[in-house]
């Protein structure tokens, strides 16, 4: 692990015995810290209930059950705290049903507002559904919210979970090697030393110029 803008080196050594010891490439890869799945179900701790959410009867809950409200102005909130910051993927899980809404309102609170949308709840029900990408800062907490709505149909509320987006900016290996990055191969006899200077979150070569190089 290296900390951003901190400069480090990687250095080989020759040997005393005049064997000889050969300066290339080094090559550095982003990884990204694994950042276990967040879900959140409707029975969990981290939930906001306003008005009367009975049981379900839909196919396919997560987990135990699904909730499900007609009354107008009633609302079903999860609360996302992350513990680190970064993009998520935002997914919600409900059971569909003939008399849900079609348009069922979702909020989804981030790092720069509201992202606002609806969804089909007569379909896709019992699986997770994809709605974004969105960015959250850390140890801050999320609203992810369904409301009902005026014509009384049933909105379902079931369960959220929250993806974390690796950090690197390309995926690992998806550039091949390129030469033109460090071209001044080496080999050294004596007490010298090659060394490899970065700056963590920019990689760039040394100028290496061997004072004597052995076939």
Request: charged residues 20%; neutral net charge; contains cysteine.
């Amino acid at each position: 692990f290296f900390d951003a803008g901190i400069t480090y080196r990687i250095t080989i050594r020759t040997l005393t015995d005049n064997s000889a010891v050969c300066a290339d490439a080094v090559r550095f890869e982003e990884t990204a810290i694994v950042v276990p799945d967040t879900i959140i179900d409707n029975r969990d701790a981290e939930t906001v209930i306003v008005g009367t959410w009975p049981s379900s009867g839909g196919p396919n809950p997560y987990s135990y059950d699904s909730v499900y409200c007609r009354d107008p102005n009633r609302s079903f909130t999860w609360q996302f705290t992350p513990r680190f910051a970064g993009r998520y993927q935002v997914s919600m899980w409900w059971t569909e049903f003939s008399s849900r809404s079609t348009v069922t309102p979702v909020q989804i609170q981030h790092a720069s507002g509201t992202a606002s949308m609806t969804v089909n709840q007569q379909i896709d029900g019992g699986q997770w559904n994809i709605l974004g990408d969105y960015v959250f800062e850390k140890d801050v907490t999320y609203n992810i919210t369904v409301r009902t709505l005026s014509d009384r149909s049933a909105v379902c509320a079931d369960a959220v979970k929250l993806t974390k987006v690796p950090d690197y900016r390309k995926p690992l290996n998806s550039q091949p090697y390129n030469r033109e990055r460090l071209t001044n191969a080496a080999k050294c006899d004596s007490s010298k030393s090659f060394a490899v200077f970065f700056c963590a979150g920019h990689f760039e070569r040394m100028a290496f110029r061997p004072k004597r190089e052995i076939s």
